[in-house]
């Protein structure tokens, strides 16, 4: 047997409706808790601030220039240590010319002096190529002047020197009278070249 409802239906709309209005009034409050905590976390998580930003920005701005400025100074530093290396690679191979001067000088009769020793790096021809490696000339002219009291003390001068088998050339530029403390005498001058291997920093 079914059941007759004889409450009014407008009645039963009201109730109904304020059955939805209690339910929203216990459920509202929960969603705004919900919705305050999660805006909540998310501000703590998400870093916004335009203040913060420009401070991140200024700080790596700062730490950029600060590795360039070290960057910089080592570079320098490398500069200067291989600087430093060349000079004392340089001076350390230098040739002892000394000896060389004093085998001239053995090479001279008593009859034979010389009165000037001129020693100059040859030049590299226009558009040749230079090895990266070299540290100084590795060839040089050495011009020696003198007199000699005979021509024959200057031609053996020429002859010791080009048997020393040391230099790449022995050539006579010049040798004319003159007159030397009162007494005639040769005055010569003689031009050398000799290589010095060291010179390529090998």
Same mark, same amino acid.
Not at 27 to 48: F, K, N, Q, R, V
Not at 143 to 166: D, I, M, P, T, Y
């Given at each position: ?55 991140? +920005?200024?700080? !790596?701005?700062? #730490?950029?220039? /600060?590795?360039?400025?070290? *960057?910089?100074?080592?570079? %320098? ?78 031609? +053996?001068?020429? !002859?010791?020197? #080009?048997?020393? /088998?040391?230099?790449?050339? *022995?050539?006579?530029?010049? %040798? ?27």
């Amino acid at each position: 047997m079914k059941g007759i409802n004889l409450i009014p239906a407008k009645r039963l709309a009201m109730r109904q409706r304020q059955a939805r209005v209690h339910l929203w009034i216990k459920i509202a409050p929960i969603c705004i808790s919900l919705l305050a905590g999660i805006y909540g976390y998310l501000a703590m998580s998400w870093d916004t601030r335009t203040a913060d930003l420009e401070a991140k +920005q200024i700080a !790596l701005t700062n #730490e950029v220039e /600060g590795a360039k400025k070290e *960057v910089d100074q080592r570079k %320098a530093a490398a500069r200067q240590a291989a600087a430093a290396t060349w000079a004392n690679k340089a001076v350390a191979e230098q040739p002892d010319w000394g000896l060389l001067l004093a085998l001239l000088a053995d090479k001279l009769d008593e009859t034979t002096v010389l009165s000037s020793v001129d020693l100059r790096p040859v030049e590299p021809a226009k558009g040749a190529a230079v090895s990266k490696d070299l540290v100084r000339p590795d060839r040089y002219t050495i011009q020696l002047s003198g007199f000699a009291r005979k021509q024959e003390g200057v031609s +053996q001068f020429v !002859l010791n020197l #080009e048997r020393l /088998g040391l230099f790449d050339s *022995v050539v006579m530029k010049e %040798a004319k009278r003159t007159v030397q403390l009162s007494a005639e005498a040769i005055e010569f001058r003689v031009e050398c070249t000799v290589t010095d291997a060291t010179g390529g920093g090998q």
